[in-house]
């Protein structure tokens, strides 16, 4: 019994959830979203995200926040939307971090700018 507890609490705590990304108070216009600058996308809502990359390839909702997920060529563009502080009105991006498929950073800029070659921007 006292071998399994250690297992037990590894488990458990392996399925905790992860504490949702803080917003960001600022939000820049969607119009500077063509300018292949990935902190353009701060600000931008869902439908502007999916017009500019196309469909994500995965949208998870939890609580107010949404993630859309976007893959090019050779990384993973994830996108985190929230409501404005007050918590109503539309979720808008409050931050962007990207992936190579084995799980290291790369640029985000770089990521967003091969997600728009592959859609042919």
Known sequence: ??????ALA??????????????????RPAAAADLHD????NGMTAGE??????????????G??????FAGPACVLDAYLYPPGNGGG???????EARNFQGGDVSAQ????????????
Request: some cysteine; charged content about 20%.
């Open 38 to 41: 990935h902190r353009t996308l």
């Open 64 to 69: 107010i926040g949404t993630k859309l997920q």
């Open 110 to 121: 770089s990521c967003v700018y091969a997600i728009e070659q592959k859609k042919g921007r």
């Open 10 to 27: 590894l488990l458990v705590a392996a399925c905790a959830s992860t504490p949702a990304p803080q917003p960001v108070a600022t939000a």
């Open 1 to 6: 019994m006292r071998r399994l507890f250690p």
């Open 90 to 96: 539309t979720p808008r991006v409050t931050e962007v």
């Open 49 to 62: 995200l999916i017009e500019h990359f196309g469909r994500p390839r995965l949208q998870i909702v939890e």
